[in-house]
């Protein structure tokens, strides 16, 4: 009875906690707490299994953070070079020169109607969009500091939990080891989904390399920037779906670099890949959390509705979740049906998932 009211419990902190991180809009920091946690995880099994002498935890967490701040580092030093440089800020103005040129002259009439007619004209409608929008520009500049704050504060907190050292869920009281398990079954239902889209960015990349760099040069055409787009593309890839929209976007900014066509060409590309690309991440995340296509598609749908863009990323992730949950519980799925990560789900077989997930701790804790 005891421990029944204390998973009880644990289910409605849990909950709670969800909702409230998505309300709050924490989402970012959660997830950079939980991917520390995760690869630092991976990386002390790895090592573990190769030096069983070495003092593997803390190595790992220190490659981890290593990792990490040259990704950060990388980045600003990018972002300085795109400003400096003569491919940066100048070679875009100038790359954008030469796009109002060649489209002056490429464009249907009734476009070009639309379109500035110099530079000058180019800067004065961005300078009228400051002036209309600029308190909704301050708010998503205030939101985009907020929002690396919550980063910074999620990867000090995953790193922290990294460090530390459980003892087996059975040594604690009822709600701790109930509320241990939940945050163990959320944390494997965050690697299932992050390492499935992890291939899913690498299809995208792939895709988008064979475009600019196979096809295009095939054809004549040369996009600038086209080896940067590549790489800005895995990273935009490992956003689910949205991240696919943005870094094809660029390549269509890009591509009118070039001429309309190449421009018109690479939205063609943009709308089939991404719906692929919709397609195949719900493929791919649904046969890691045994869901389908068109299960995660619903729920990314319904979350966006909801929450947005962090909708969109933290859905595959909360129903992996759910699901687990329902099933340790024999709430879903087939009598005698086997679960690989709770063993089995019917309800003759309800006393065994009980189990499994009191023991659910300790297999998050060992090395697969």
Known sequence: MQRNKAVQASHIVIAALIVGVMLLKLAAGAIAGFLVYSMSRRVKCALERRFPTLHARGVALALVIAAVALVVFAGIVGLWQLAKGQHGISGLSAMLVDVLGRMHGTVPT?????????????RG????????????????????????AHVLVGLIAGAMLAWNEFAPVKEYRPLSAALLERFGGLGDAFERVVFAQVKISLLNTVLSALYLL?????????????????????????????????????VVLASLGVSFDA?????????????????????????????????????????????????????????????????????????????????????????????????????????R
């Open 125 to 148: 409608v961005a300078l009228n969009m400051l002036r209309k929008y600029g308190e909704q520009l301050s708010a998503v500049g205030m939101g985009t500091l907020k929002g690396a």
């Open 263 to 367: 421009a018109v060409a690479s939205l063609v590309f943009l709308v089939v890949v991404h719906k692929l690309e919709y397609f195949v991440n719900a493929r791919i995340v649904g046969n890691r959390i045994d869901a389908r296509a068109w299960e995660i598609i619903i729920v990314m749908a319904g979350m966006e509705s909801i929450f947005g863009l962090a909708g969109i990323i933290v859905a595959p992730i909360l129903y992996a979740y759910l699901k687990r949950e329902l099933r340790a519980a024999g709430l879903i799925g087939r009598h005698g049906e086997q679960d690989g990560m709770t063993g089995p789900s019917g309800p003759q077989s309800a006393r065994q998932s009980t189990r499994a997930r009191v023991l659910l701790k300790e297999r998050e804790m060992e090395c």
């Open 110 to 122: 009734w476009l070009d109607h639309y379109l500035p007619a110099s530079i000058d004209d180019a």
């Open 214 to 250: 196979v096809a295009l040069p095939a054809a004549g055409v040369h996009v600038p920037f086209s080896k940067t787009l590549v790489v800005f593309t895995f990273f935009a890839g490992l956003l689910p779906v949205v991240g696919n929209l943005i870094s094809n976007s660029a």
